[in-house]
């Protein structure tokens, strides 16, 4: 149980914004929130990797000196987040034979380093979390095995490769402002950490994380990780095609996009299956329903290009591309097996959920529930963390907390920086490709 007084700070490298969250933890497990802060990337990170070390560094001292003036102290440590469109995850699954007696930490090491035989391969870095291991005594899940009797150990781990070059320039950017990579989750997971309550990751969901650049999904069900993934796409997509086709500026396309977002007359379209496939394009012939076009008046359009723009034409950008980008989630689950787990449907997290009508697009798409996730299981939230694009920063800090008790009961060797050891007896193989 995290001591009464347990700081954690935590740091999510955006390519919109950086972010910042310390957390306090209490003898009753309530996480408080004490400060936040946030900066412009302005292109800093691109999906998952750092593309200017000058910018990312003045974007996270300016994130850490907000939310550490707001909590009025400084944290020497951060759990970050590693994500990237060229990660690859695998869930493997490892045993060791009990012979009756009481599970202790060299029974769990020995299925752990069966787990994760085979796992390695040039330029990756293997990250698995405390977070994403499960227990098993003779196939009876179980939250923490030691001292339990049985027959044989089983551990189910999730690990994902990602290329060095994300962790070691993450942890040069760190190390910049006089700070320290204490651990690191995959970001997917930490998204779904921030915003599922027990009973989704029961029941089955998905997690959409619609960041700029990458989007990435975690497939919970019977409270276990089914499969992550990371997209090489995001909500830029939708930005980029609204600026093209308008020829107006980023900036402005983006401020359009959030201000309209996808219009509810072209979802009630696409939900009649006589008139609009998901499959099909929405014709010209729709805007003759419509007894009036408005026009939008334009702030950044190019020489010589119009200066308004038919508010139909902005609708329809933003409802094809955004259409487009669900599909492909969708289809990636259809091969994948997994649609039949969405008993909870969709929830959409990172900064493109809240395009307006964003949830209700998912829903037609999958034909399930969808949601707009914000952060879950925290004390007190300040409003402006209460909000899709906070929610893997939130995972993080729950992360952080998990870490600290695991390494304070012995399960995990604190290093400076990142993780020496996921267990003390392992010692070289984790030593050497672990953090």
Not at 12 to 33: M, N, P
Not at 186 to 196: E, K, S
Not at 202 to 222: A, N, P, Q
Not at 299 to 322: C, H, N, Q, T
Request: hydrophobic fraction near 40%; proline fraction near 3%; charged fraction near 25%.
């Amino acid at each position: 149980m995290a001591r009464r007084g347990d700081i954690v700070g935590a740091v999510d490298f955006g390519s919109r914004d950086v972010r910042v969250l310390i957390g306090q933890k209490g003898y009753d497990g309530a996480i408080t929130i004490l400060g936040h802060g946030m900066a412009p990337g302005r292109g800093c990170v691109m999906q998952g990797v750092i593309q200017d070390h000058g910018a990312a560094q003045r974007a996270l001292k300016q994130a850490l000196v907000m939310a550490e003036k707001e909590a009025g102290t400084k944290v020497p440590k951060l759990i970050c987040g590693m994500n990237g469109s060229t990660v690859e995850s695998h869930i493997r699954e490892g045993r060791a034979q009990l012979d009756k007696e009481s599970v202790d930490l060299r029974h769990m090491e020995e299925a752990l380093e069966m787990a994760s035989r085979n796992i390695l391969a040039p330029g990756k870095k293997v990250c698995s979390s405390i977070s994403s291991q499960e227990w098993y005594v003779d196939d009876m899940r179980v939250s923490d095995p030691i001292g339990i009797r049985g027959s044989v150990l089983k551990t189910r781990v999730h690990f994902a490769l990602l290329p060095s070059v994300i962790e070691d320039n993450i942890n040069t950017v760190v190390e910049s402002q006089g700070r320290e990579v204490e651990d690191v989750i995959y970001v997917p997971i930490a998204g779904a950490m921030g915003c599922l309550t027990p009973e989704d990751m029961e029941l089955g969901v998905c997690v959409v994380d619609m960041g700029r650049s990458t989007c990435g999904i975690s497939i919970y069900r019977d409270r276990r990780i089914l499969q992550t993934h990371s997209f090489e796409w995001g909500g830029f997509h939708i930005t980029r095609d609204v600026a093209a086709g308008l020829q107006i500026s980023f900036e402005e396309a983006l401020e359009l996009i959030l201000e309209y977002g996808i219009a509810e007359s072209l979802l009630r379209q696409m939900s009649d299956s006589n008139v609009y496939q998901l499959e099909g394009t929405t014709g010209r012939a729709f805007a003759a329903e419509r007894e009036q076009t408005a026009h939008i008046k334009l702030k950044s359009a190019v020489r010589g290009a119009p200066s308004v723009a038919d508010r139909y034409d902005l609708e329809m950008i933003i409802f094809e591309r955004a259409k487009e980008l669900m599909n492909a989630i969708y289809d990636h689950l259809d091969r994948k097996n997994h649609l039949d787990n969405l008993i909870r449907g969709i929830v959409l997290i990172g900064g493109s959920a809240g395009i307006n009508n964003m949830d209700a697009l998912a829903t037609s798409v999958f034909q399930a529930p969808a949601r707009v996730g914000v952060p879950d299981g925290i004390d007190v939230l300040p409003p402006h963390v209460a909000s899709p694009e906070w929610v893997p920063g939130v995972g993080m800090l729950k992360h952080g907390f998990d870490y600290r008790d695991a390494v304070r009961s012995g399960r995990i060797e604190r290093q400076r920086g990142f993780v020496g050891g996921i267990f003390h007896g392992i010692g070289g193989f984790f030593g050497k490709y672990f953090f």
